[in-house]
């Protein structure tokens, strides 16, 4: 079982910045996608950016502009740089990956993102 580790999260002021690392346990050539997802209180998960195998690029509508999604297949990690950060970016956001094989799901233990204005 591929385990995904989330590390970067932290405090920040309103149009600060910060960059999330996903690293994973194994090959990230295994899965077909993996992404960020977060989790504000009360909300539900939703899909903030993703990267294929292909390296398609998917973005939320909300952080298209300020947040990039990039991966460095030596590292087996993958990154989220948040740019212009905003208080409705506060969450706890979460490393996901989709196998290639039978479409299983990984996921990280969450990393607490939290903007102050």
């Known amino acids: 079982q591929v385990q995904l580790v989330e590390s970067g999260g932290g405090l920040v002021q309103a149009g600060g910045s910060l960059r999330l690392s996903c690293a994973s346990s194994g090959s990230i050539f295994v899965f077909y996608a993996m992404g960020w997802y977060r989790q504000a209180p009360g909300k539900q998960r939703e899909l903030v950016a993703n990267v294929t195998s292909g390296a398609n690029r998917n973005y939320a509508d909300s952080v298209k502009g300020r947040f990039t999604i990039s991966r460095d297949a030596a590292k087996n990690t993958v990154y989220l740089r948040m740019n212009s950060l905003k208080p409705e970016d506060t969450a706890v956001y979460y490393c996901?990956?989709?196998?290639?094989?039978?479409?299983?799901?990984?996921w990280g233990q969450g990393t607490q993102v939290t903007v102050s204005s």
């Open positions: 996901a990956a989709r196998r290639s094989t039978n479409g299983s799901w990984s």
